[in-house]
């Protein structure tokens, strides 16, 4: 079955129009990792070369040039403490990076440094009458530092604990010169703290750009493939604001993973593009034959986006939006739990807009009706504990829905950053 003209340059447009969405969501969604990926390495590059050569240099080579007598060394045998956990915390930094757990760098390594130096400086100095003389100039670089990772709560954990730690050791070896160092911790994290805000509000406007060109391209590719089928203009989108509603309403998406799944959904049907006009747009009913040709179209779309680094969570709404929870869909069959999850949330958005939107052999339903319907399919099409997310959140789909403009692009539901 050939392609006529007007569908061969549909498809040519689509085709490019897909080579800019996969180019944007990898650059959009893979960047960022990447580039935090990048900035924890060299954090922790330059944390230990400065770290080591600070103490090399204060408790080994100063002393023997000073005018003041000081004994060379380290104040107590519990410093090599410090260096064996750092040295025993390089395979675990590594096994994190591998399980690509890269957030999770930052907060092992901090909090374990901090943990270990204060209780090393306990060991030492409590009940001792050495002079409290602790710190490193390492962590006015951890300070300064702090910024680059955009991340409040760490910049938080990370100020808050050294000035905790330098009050708790003043108190414990009865010293004053700690006020100095706090306040001068104090000074430090107030500069960095502006600092960081700076960058988060850069960080915002530029994702928030990002957001706004993905989301462009993605449409603009769903438009060209809604021009074979003036009936489902709109659908699309819709059917990714209901489903985002849903999956909001049941709170198991991050904010990063709820853009993954509101793209995969404004997708859903991208595989389309694989089917002739003549099948998508027949009035009647479609024979055996073409309705297999339909079925085909999930696998065609999966295929298209399994390279695109940003849906690879939420590739599955794609693949299985038209399984059933009693294992009669299609393309595999699936059985109930066995359905991906976001698939299952699509499949109630897919059929409730596809019931209460036109069709070229068919009126649009109400929503009434449709609402009805989904709830009769609760345990053979939909899953039942999902039907009855969708009971609490069907007002707001009938508000979404009131507010659509029919064959125009909708912005109604927003997914931010």
Known sequence: MGYNVEESRILIDAKLLWFFVRCWIHLEVSM????????????????????????????????????????????SNFWYLTYLVLILLIPILIYLNKTNKISWIKYVFIITYMLTVFIVDIFTYYGSRQTYTNGNVVEVF???SLPLFLDKRFFWIVSIGLIAK??????????????????????????????????????????????????????GVIATLELKDPYTRGHSERVASYALLLAKEIGILSKDEQKSFYYA?????????????????????????????????????????????????????????????????????LVGDDIPLLARIAAIADAFDAMTSSRSYRAAMPVEEAYKRILE???SQFDPKLVEEFKKVFPAWVDFHKKCL????????????
């Open 265 to 333: 959904c404004l997708l859903h049907d991208v595989g389309k593009v694989h089917i002739p006009d003549q099948i998508l747009m027949k009035p009647g009913k479609l024979t055996s034959e073409e309705f297999e040709i339909i079925k085909t179209h999930p696998v065609v779309g999966e295929e298209a986006v399994k390279d695109v680094e940003g849906l690879t969570d939420s590739i599955c709404v794609i693949r299985s939006h038209h399984e059933r929870w009693d294992g009669k869909g299609y393309p595999d069959k």
């Open 32 to 75: 960022i990792p990447h580039e935090e990926q990048r900035t924890v390495k060299w954090f922790l590059i330059i944390f230990y070369i400065i770290f080591i050569s600070y103490d090399i240099f204060y408790y080994y080579l100063l002393p023997i040039f000073s005018v003041v007598d000081r004994p060379i060394g380290f104040p």
């Open 142 to 144: 951890l300070i300064l």
């Open 377 to 379: 399919g609760k345990g």
């Open 166 to 219: 330098y009050v708790l050791m003043g108190i414990i070896s009865n010293t004053s010169i700690v006020v100095l160092v706090s306040v001068f911790i104090i000074v430090l994290s107030t500069f960095s703290f502006i600092l960081l805000v700076r960058f988060q509000g850069y960080v915002r406007a530029i994702s928030t750009s990002y957001d706004n060109q993905i989301q462009g391209i993605v449409k």
């Open 406 to 417: 029919w064959g125009k692009t909708n912005d109604n539901v927003e997914v931010k950053s």
